[in-house]
């Protein structure tokens, strides 16, 4: 997830710049005992009361709703949101799957994991695959059908990709050899001028 957040935010205009960067957010404020603690309530139960967090953390309700609200607004909390049993959801079936992909294509190719159904974490990593994608699906036959209707499509688009470099480069060498025949061409006029 933290490499998704790091892509993310380079992804956003005014933000994963440098300090100096317009629209780029404050540094982080360093996070005591107290925010720590609260941020692991929240972790455990986003629904807790700010009365209970204030009486887990022991300090006032004024005081834990300034902290969280402050947690927000930093932006060390994104949100708030739902822990699924995938399983108990209809998704019993659970996979983390490996790609490649070609250079500068992460946010096309995010955008396009995240429209598949039971894509529920994609990360950029480093090493022989470039993203790992986790999926919930409702069993493996699901899975399977995922998997190789992702593979003939990434065959398919390979295939064209090879086929418009090809053409790229045949059109390349023939305007190589028509410039190559002219310089020729001209070289013979100025050979028979010369001779004759």
């Not at 060390?76 to 294509?105: C, M, P, W």
């Not at 992702?150 to 790229?168: I, P, V, Y």
Request: aromatic residues 2%; hydrophobic residues 40%.
């Amino acid at each position: 997830m933290a490499s998704e957040q790091m892509a993310d935010r380079a992804d956003r205009p005014g933000e994963g710049g440098g300090p100096d960067e317009p629209g780029a957010p404050p540094p982080p404020r360093p996070l005591d005992a107290i925010d720590q603690d609260i941020l692991r309530m929240l972790q455990a139960d986003g629904r807790a009361s700010i009365r209970s967090v204030a009486e887990r953390v022991h300090v006032s309700r004024a005081n834990a709703y300034a902290r969280i609200n402050r947690l927000v607004e930093d932006g060390v909390i994104r949100g708030f949101g739902a822990r699924v049993d995938h399983e108990r959801a209809g998704h019993g079936t659970s996979a983390y799957i490996t790609l490649k992909i070609v250079q500068n294509s992460w946010r096309t190719v995010r955008a396009q994991l995240r429209q598949l159904p039971g894509a529920s974490h994609i990360a950029l990593v480093g090493g022989d695959f470039d993203v790992l994608l986790l999926v919930h699906t409702p069993d493996n036959r699901a899975l399977r059908e995922l998997v190789l209707s992702r593979r003939d499509r990434s065959r398919h688009a390979e295939a064209e990709a090879r086929l418009r470099a090809e053409q790229a480069q045949r059109l390349a060498r023939e305007a190589i050899a028509r410039e190559m025949h002219d310089v020729l061409a001209h070289r013979l006029t100025l050979l028979s001028v010369h001779a004759g």
